[in-house]
């Protein structure tokens, strides 16, 4: 078999290789993921932001919206995943309970020579469940940086959490309502005819 043609195999065979493991391998995931999907009101709950399959993760920012008519931010909190490098410098985002966001969540290594690779949680943040209703749970205006400060692409995983409804009053409850007044009505009528004096 001629070399040029071996070689274009090798070659061939190779790059059919890079591009599989490319393949395995993906983007990394950044998820928002609350700790109950459906809590109830009054109740305080976490949501976290978490990186997957992430390769020398060094510095992040980001955003996260809600409805501020169905919850409410308490507190926002470190998460342990980019710590795991060493020194970081953390700034825990700026709480809007009205506009309903957390805006400017970062977190940067300070000392280490390179950034940390795998999965972990970015960021916690903690909510009390307000009033019954639907609110999306969404992580936008993502930064990744790695150690030589280029960016890293990611895809976003956004969630939501539903906080059950108050029980509807069923049917028979305004019938029995609507019974009992006309009970009332019968019987001040009645008085009103016993209190009326007889025409003969």
Do not use: W
Request: proline letters at 6%.
């Amino acid at each position: 078999m001629p070399l040029r043609v071996t070689v274009n195999r090798v070659r061939t065979g190779l790059l059919v290789l890079f591009v599989s493991a490319a393949g395995l391998i993906g983007s990394p995931i950044i998820s928002v993921e609350p700790s109950t999907p459906n809590p109830t009101v009054g109740e305080n709950f976490t949501v976290n932001v978490l990186a997957s399959d992430v390769t020398d993760l060094y510095a992040f920012q980001f955003d996260l919206g809600f409805d501020p008519s169905v919850l409410q931010v308490d507190s926002v909190s470190e998460g342990p995943f980019l710590a795991g490098g060493g020194s970081t410098f953390f700034i825990p985002g700026t709480i809007d309970n009205i506009g309903g966001s957390v805006s400017d969540n970062a977190d940067s290594l300070l000392t280490a020579i390179s950034g940390v690779n795998g999965s972990g949680t970015l960021v916690s943040f903690d909510f009390t469940a307000l009033e019954p209703g639907l609110s999306s749970l969404t992580a936008f205006n993502l930064i990744l940086l790695d150690s030589s400060l280029s960016g890293i692409d990611a895809t976003v995983n956004n969630s939501s959490v539903t906080l059950p409804g108050s029980a509807v009053p069923e049917p028979r409850s305004t019938g029995l309502i609507l019974c009992g007044g006309l009970l009332l009505l019968i019987c001040l009528r009645r008085r009103g005819l016993a209190h009326r004096p007889f025409v003969g």
